[in-house]
Structure formats: C-alpha cells, structure tokens
C-alpha cells in the first residue's frame, strides 16, 4: 500500500490530514456515502477542495485514506496476555463501534457504499489490510506462547468474529447479550462442542 493512496506521505501528508479525515467520516456518517463530497469535506475541514484532489482524486479515495487515517477508527492492538482475551478485547473494540454512533453510521454507510462502488471497495479492502497488519502482533504472541499452531490464518479468525458481530447488530439488529463477546471468542477457538 503506497503511502500517497493512505495519504500519508514521508513529508506527513496534508497539513490538516485529521481535520479533512474526521470531516470525511462526519459526513459520510451523516449523509451516507451518495452524500458524501469532496466540497462538503472541504467546506467541513476549512481546507481547499484543490489541496484534497490533489491528495486524493475521488471520493473513494479520501474515504479509503480516512478510514484507515482517522482517529475515530483508531486501533491499538491488545496485549492482555493470552490469545482468548486479545480476541475479546479486539471484538469488544468491534461491537463497541458497531453499537456507538458515529462509528456505527460510519460502519454501516460504509458497507452499503462498498456493495454499489467497486473503486471505494478497492479502498475498504486496503482497510482491512491495515486492520490485520496491526492485529498480527496478536497472534504472533499467541503462536509463540504455544496457543495455536504457526499456520493458524488470523484473517479467518478474525472474519469469523467479525461476522458474528456484524451479521448480531448490523442485519439481525438484535441486542448484544451480556457475555456475547466472551461466548463467540470461545466458540470460534474451540468449536461449538468444546465452547461450553
């Protein structure tokens, strides 16, 4: 991923990158991504809409950068000593922004925009390449404490839990139950029959 498509240049990119980013996902949380525009992003961040085209050529492309960039979808990988509670801590981080506005607006404008935009989905997948680049020092430790084998595929596990939250508070809109983060990082770890 090239550090001009993040926006993020050795020189440290746009001078107001944080402003342009908070206004980019404020946006796209309050008009969806059909509403979502380079001069509204501009007018909201006090920044010239010349300075972010030449940044970022399209939408998509800000809001790819943003949502990798911004401090709204900040993610400071866990630590807490075993792989169970790292994936805990991470799903909880998950289903806290699934279930908190703004984020949870950002989230699902998000994956509504991705489904009818192939170049913003080309973006969000850039997303998700930096979220398990950040997540692997999890399940580095954990392969090196003897949790699981040096094959395990972190993207799986990740999407399995992901999923699980996703499908609970995003298509089902049902209320997380109190030990839902718990019970779903012990199912995905040990399968239905070991979970108990």
Not at 48 to 69: E, Q, V
Not at 148 to 162: K, S
Request: net charge negative; with cysteine.
């Amino acid at each position: 991923m090239s550090e001009e498509r993040n926006g993020t240049r050795r020189s440290g990119g746009p001078r107001k990158a944080q402003e342009i980013f908070d206004a980019t996902l404020d946006l796209l949380a309050e008009k969806g991504y059909e509403g979502l525009t380079i001069e509204g992003v501009a007018q909201r961040s006090g920044v010239n809409k010349t300075t972010l085209y030449r940044w970022w050529p399209s939408k998509g492309a800000l809001l790819g950068a943003a949502l990798i960039g911004a401090r709204q979808l900040e993610l400071t990988p866990p630590d807490t000593g075993s792989l169970e509670g790292d994936l805990e801590a991470l799903l909880g981080t998950m289903t806290t922004l699934l279930t908190t506005r703004p984020a949870s607006d950002i989230a699902v404008a998000a994956l509504g925009a991705v489904t009818h935009s192939p170049e913003l989905a080309s973006h969000v997948k850039d997303f998700f390449a930096d979220r398990i680049a950040r997540e692997q020092a999890v399940f580095d430790r954990a392969v090196a404490r003897g949790e699981i084998p040096a094959d395990t595929d972190p993207m799986l596990l990740m999407d399995l839990l992901a999923g699980a939250a996703w499908v609970r508070v995003v298509l089902r809109r049902l209320p997380l139950e109190k030990d839902f983060v718990a019970r779903t990082v012990r199912t995905v770890l040990h399968g239905a029959c070991g979970a108990g």
